[in-house]
């Protein structure tokens, strides 16, 4: 499963529509470093405290985008399973993907252990960066609609990100219809 759609969610977790897709074999993964299990789930309701039946990863894209994707691990007798090929199949989204920005990908990264992950992709945190790229031109705010996932999979393939992916194809729109790249 190279392959993944990106949606977006309401605040009840309902999916919305298609946001975008990424390709697992050129993203990295960063899993939970003390993940949901089956014996840690049953310990922690013994006790009384809160267990979630989910297990979760953060990807990196190709192009630099962060990808949260949460597992639901319920049987179909409403009990753990271990393999999440093994979910229910009554749940309506036993897995779920939703595109990050970098400051939730540094808490997911905090919340989880992953110090090393914030050193290597965030040299330092995004609370600390400067003001960003200068302004080059007046911003223009565009409708893509059912563009977007395609200039999405351009950008994955090629290494942009989407403003940049926009700007490229906008060059070779211009250079294509005869006028200066």
Known sequence: MPRITVHRYDHDGNQLEAVGW?????????????????????????????????????????????????????GPDGKWVDDENDASPQLST????????????????????QQQHIDRFFHESPQERGPGRPEIGQPVQVRLGDLLPLVDEWADERGYSRAGAVRRLVQIGLAHDGARE
């Open 22 to 74: 990424f390709d697992t074999e050129r993203a990295e993964v960063v899993d939970e470093a003390d993940p949901m299990t089956g014996a840690r789930f049953a310990q922690l309701r013994k006790r009384g405290q809160s267990a979630r039946f989910v297990r979760e990863a953060l990807y990196r894209t190709h192009s630099g985008r962060w990808v949260h994707k949460e597992t639901a691990h319920i």
């Open 94 to 113: 036993p897995r779920r993907y939703r595109y990050l920005t970098d400051e939730e990908a540094v808490a997911w990264l905090s919340t989880h252990g």
